[in-house]
């Protein structure tokens, strides 16, 4: 049974950090691409990084290149998605997703119909 289960959202000021944690279990690395995903409402849920397997590759969405880093643990089953220098916009619910390795890691930060498995959400609000 694939469980996935997010953490570490909360309020933060702009320029501030915060660091999601997201639990995978039930699934290979060898098998899943693991992915951080956001949404608004009234929006689609979009992209923000995604990560395979190994660890060796990775994606991020151009709105939060140089601001986000995704890593990976599989000794831990577990994904983070660093935050730094955080806006506004980036306020959201914040989605662990993991997707079957049959597509690119970019493929399914891009297009959410490849991510088979998603996890409750977390908020981040950024706001002074």
């Known amino acids: 049974q694939v469980q996935l289960v997010e953490s570490g959202g909360g309020l933060v000021q702009p320029g501030g950090s915060l660091r999601l944690s997201c639990a995978a279990s039930g699934l290979s690395p060898d098998h899943y691409y693991i992915g951080w995903f956001r949404q608004v409402p009234g929006k689609e849920r979009e992209g923000v990084s995604c990560i395979s397997g190994s660890g060796g590759i990775i994606h991020y969405a151009d709105s939060v290149k140089g601001r986000f880093t995704i890593s990976r643990d599989n000794a831990k089953k577990m994904v983070y998605l660093q935050m730094n220098s955080l806006k506004p916009e980036d306020t959201a619910v914040y989605y662990c997703?993991?997707?079957?390795?049959?597509?690119?890691?970019?493929?399914?930060?891009?297009?959410?119909?490849?991510?088979?498995?998603w996890g409750q959400g977390t908020q981040v609000t950024v706001s002074s």
């Open positions: 997703g993991a997707g079957l390795s049959i597509t690119t890691v970019q493929a399914m930060c891009v297009a959410t119909r490849h991510v088979n498995y």
